[in-house]
């Protein structure tokens, strides 16, 4: 069973920057495209930035130019630095594969960005 801990969210003001982590209990960042979702209160969950197997990398329109996804296939780990966060990108953060591409593994807890005004 392969199990992903994100961390890094936080409290920051609008402008600001955060760098999230991604682990993975397994090596699946070498055979997986995977991705970075998020779901803000009332909204699904959606995918904001992904990153095949070979490297590929995919942002949603609203957070294009301002995230970068990236992953550390030795460390297990991926990433997702955050810089010039707006208010709207408060959300509850996850990591997972794609779904467009993959299966779903079981979602972790996430964690919390909170960006202020």
């Known amino acids: 069973q392969v199990q992903l801990v994100e961390s890094g969210g936080g409290l920051v003001q609008a402008g600001g920057s955060l760098k999230l982590s991604c682990a993975a209990s397994e090596s699946i960042f070498s055979i997986n495209a995977m991705g970075w979702y998020r779901q803000a209160p009332g909204n699904n969950r959606e995918l904001v930035a992904g990153i095949t197997s070979g490297g590929s990398t995919y942002y949603a329109n609203a957070v294009k130019g301002r995230f970068t996804i990236s992953k550390d296939k030795a460390k297990n780990t991926m990433y997702l630095q955050m810089n010039s966060l707006k208010p709207e990108d408060t959300a509850v953060y996850y990591c997972?594969?794609?779904?467009?591409?993959?299966?779903?593994?079981?979602w972790g807890l996430g964690t919390q960005v909170t960006v202020s005004s």
């Open positions: 997972n594969t794609d779904q467009r591409l993959n299966r779903l593994y079981r």
